[in-house]
């Protein structure tokens, strides 16, 4: 009777912790989606809004007096937000704004500091948004920091010793913020190659090992020249 009773107890236990694991995955999403939309909101109402009621005033339209005419006007800003990213990125698909990009770019590679931080941030969204121009060619796991302990690390390049030995470069990210990290050494046959794609190794990597996939080895070694 008394192990019945445990039985139960074990089973309600187990099934407690399920429901609420998938209350919180499906929560997640939606809580981190609106803290996005708020910071969005907030950082376009603090920007923007300001210019909007400026150029209201001007043409003399009644400034905004309760809560949900600012919302509005926040709203009509973060719109304005997304067209203008829209005619930025037509801007600079052509020559002239390929020509004005380039040159901004070189001052910020120039300036120091900031040309640490522009760099890599462009270097991982490239990584992630531009799979066919990526930095990272794949994803594989690397005994890091000791041996035994497996790290998610991005193969960058190959390289080789004395023109003998033949060692491939890894990235291996930090979590949350994978714009920071190690970069080791090793020969080929000390990584194991994984099924993860970039993206899906960012993911991993920002929400602290929540998102991985549950199988993420490749079946087999495959041999890169």
Same mark, same amino acid.
Do not use: Q
């Given at each position: 009777m008394e192990k019945d009773k445990r039985g139960v107890f074990t089973h309600f236990k187990k099934d407690v912790r399920k429901?609420?694991? =998938? /209350?919180l995955l499906l929560i997640l999403p939606v809580y981190v989606t609106f803290? !996005?939309? &708020?910071? %969005?909101?907030?950082?376009? /109402?603090g920007t923007l809004a300001p210019v909007i009621k400026k150029v209201l005033q001007f043409y003399g339209v009644a400034l905004p007096k309760s809560s949900l005419d600012e919302f509005i006007i926040t709203f009509f800003g973060l719109i304005l937000t997304f067209i203008a %990213?829209?005619?930025? /990125?037509?801007?600079?698909?052509?020559? #002239? /704004? &390929?020509?004005?990009?380039s040159y901004f770019e070189n001052l910020l590679t120039k300036t120091p500091i900031i040309k640490t931080i522009y760099s890599s941030v462009k270097q991982?969204?490239?990584?992630?948004s531009l799979p066919g121009k990526q930095a990272f060619k794949r994803v594989v796991l690397v005994d890091f920091p000791k041996e035994g302990t497996k790290s998610i690390g991005f193969v960058t390049? *190959? =390289?080789q010793y004395n023109k003998e030995q033949k060692y491939i =470069? !890894?990235?291996?990210?930090?979590t949350p913020n994978p714009t920071t990290g190690f %970069?080791?050494?090793v020969t080929? *046959?000390? !990584?194991? *190659?994984? =099924? %993860?794609? #970039? +993206? +899906?190794?960012?993911k991993t990597l920002f929400s602290g090992g929540v998102l991985t996939p549950r199988d993420i080895t490749a079946p087999c070694k495959t041999t890169h020249a």
């Open positions: 429901r609420m694991l =998938t /209350g803290f !996005v939309v &708020k910071f %969005l909101f907030g950082f376009v /109402g %990213l829209y005619f930025i /990125g037509i801007f600079a698909a052509n020559f #002239v /704004g &390929k020509a004005i990009i991982i969204i490239h990584a992630v390049s *190959d =390289t =470069t !890894v990235f291996i990210p930090t %970069l080791i050494f080929e *046959d000390t !990584v194991t *190659d994984t =099924t %993860l794609t #970039v +993206e +899906e190794a960012f």
